[in-house]
């Protein structure tokens, strides 16, 4: 028999097929498309989404050749895919990196709600999570809220496609209505949004013993899978992914070099104090939690160097950017480049990107190496904000390919950087999640041992580890002195409009 499990992420659907032993036999990957209709907008047709998902799992299921008995998939995570009682779209999903809804959060900040919410809920609202995007589509599409019997994520967006089921995962719902500590939708917190009317809009929060549901009749013809094999919808993707790396004991931390560069930590119990930040997500896992951080500009950062300096792929500015010297003779990126703004380590929906150094005699070369080390910095910054100690940093993700990136990152944090040797470990966890779900696994930490799969280890050089010591203090002073022009900038853009 044979497990097909879906990692439906922002840019790429990917359907791999494994072995009972965790052997990976097939993976299929099908793009999807991110809309941007208006400036700081972000959306995906739910309909393509989902025809995307059948195709790839029909493509994976013939390539092994059949014999499937369970299914589990995660997905990207916040966001609002909005259904009808009969479970249709009742328009596009808003994204996890739509900023439309910045002002209202920007109010909220102002008046204090956020951190009174991050005392019971354990996260920074940021415009991506359903609270926000909920509250603008009341005051601009009050009519689509009307024909809306649901607000899903993602993932519970296949599941109830798979199923007939409308359902959140405990990860997804962790955000932001729910009360952390008891892992319950907060009346309190509705209230504190002023935001009671959308209660009925919250889908039911599956416990994780029961994150399984049979597959439909229809749904099974359409994949060409037997009918009634269970569905389990496993914990969202950056928690699936920290599985499917085996970061499962508290303290352990891992990064995932993506679309979001998300950097999480995982701990017995919810942190309610301090500074308001980041994410804390309900693992999937009996008294585990993650202290996650994913920035708004990840992936796409590189994506955009890319572009900028003439290269073909991610591969090519890792070249060159080996080739400049470390710290890039004094040029320094702030990569904050999503027009959402950042959300991590810090709110702010103004955040923008900058070059600080630049002069006549900085290369190609040193703008590459200037990004790859902002970026790291980043990582860092988020390790430093979640207050971990890690003793190695596991990591995946398409940043994860880049050896010249692996072992800047290695220097930059201080600890050995171990790359997983999963081409999808996002599908890895959702594999073994399916299998704890479905009693196939016992317990968390002997599955993530026998079917996690570390590959290449980069150690840090001491003396460069020394240098990004220094660097990161710098780095933080320049955003600090840069920080003080983002409102500045924002009425620049908003008198252009």
């Not at 840019?11 to 009972?20: D, Q, R, S």
Request: negative net charge; glycine residues 12%.
């Amino acid at each position: 028999m044979a497990v097909v499990c879906v990692d439906a992420g922002t840019t790429m659907i990917k359907a791999v097929g494994y072995a009972p032993d965790g052997a990976e036999l097939a993976v299929v990957r099908r793009a999807t498309e991110v809309a941007r209709p208006e400036p700081g907008h972000a959306e995906q047709d739910m309909a393509s989404v989902w025809h995307a998902v059948a195709d790839a799992v029909r493509a994976v299921t013939a390539e092994i050749g059949g014999g499937v008995d369970l299914v589990a998939l995660t997905a990207q995570g916040d966001g609002a895919w909005l259904v009808d009682g009969d479970g249709a779209p009742t328009g596009p999903a808003i994204l996890w990196n739509d900023g439309r809804a910045a002002p209202i959060v920007a109010g909220w900040a102002a008046s204090g709600v956020l951190e009174e919410a991050f005392r019971v809920n354990g996260s920074l609202t940021f415009a991506g999570l359903p609270n926000a995007i909920l509250t603008w589509l009341r005051e601009h599409d009050p009519d689509r809220l009307a024909r809306s019997a649901a607000s899903l994520t993602c993932g519970g967006w296949i599941f109830s496609r798979l199923t007939g089921e409308i359902a959140a995962d405990g990860s997804d719902a962790s955000a932001p209505f729910t009360d952390i500590a008891r892992r319950r939708y907060s009346d309190a917190l509705l209230g504190l949004y002023g935001m009671e009317w959308a209660r009925r809009l919250l889908p039911e929060q599956r416990g994780d013993d029961r994150r399984a549901a049979p597959l439909t009749a229809p749904a099974a013809d359409g994949l060409g899978l037997p009918p009634g094999i269970p569905v389990v919808l496993a914990p969202y993707d950056i928690a699936s992914t920290a599985i499917g790396v085996g970061a499962v004991d508290t303290g352990q931390s891992c990064t995932i070099l993506g679309t979001t560069l998300c950097t999480e930590t995982v701990v017995d119990a919810p942190r309610l104090t301090g500074e308001p930040s980041g994410l804390t997500v309900a693992m999937g896992l009996p008294g585990r939690y993650l202290r996650a951080f994913p920035t708004l500009a990840g992936g796409q950062v590189v994506d955009w160097a890319c572009r900028l300096l003439g290269l073909f792929i991610p591969a090519d500015l890792a070249e060159l950017a080996a080739r400049a010297p470390v710290g890039a003779d004094g040029l320094v990126f702030l990569p904050y480049l999503s027009p959402a703004g950042e959300r991590a380590p810090f709110l702010d929906p103004h955040a923008r990107g900058a070059f600080h150094g630049l002069t006549v005699d900085h290369e190609r070369e040193h703008i590459a190496r200037a990004v790859l080390e902002g970026l790291s910095l980043v990582v860092r910054d988020c390790l430093s904000a979640a207050e971990a100690r890690p003793t190695e940093l596991r990591v995946s993700g398409g940043g994860s390919a880049s050896p010249v990136w692996l072992r800047m990152l290695a220097d930059v944090i201080g600890v050995p950087v171990v790359r997983s040797a999963d081409s999808e470990a996002g599908a890895r966890g959702a594999f073994i999640a399916g299998l704890l779900a479905t009693g196939r696994a016992g317990d968390a930490r002997e599955a993530a041992d026998a079917y996690v799969r570390p590959g290449d280890t980069y150690e840090p050089d001491p003396g460069r580890a020394a240098h990004y010591a220094e660097a990161y203090q710098d780095f933080l002073a320049v955003r600090t002195a840069t920080a003080s022009a983002w409102p500045t900038l924002a009425d620049l853009r908003a008198r252009g409009a």
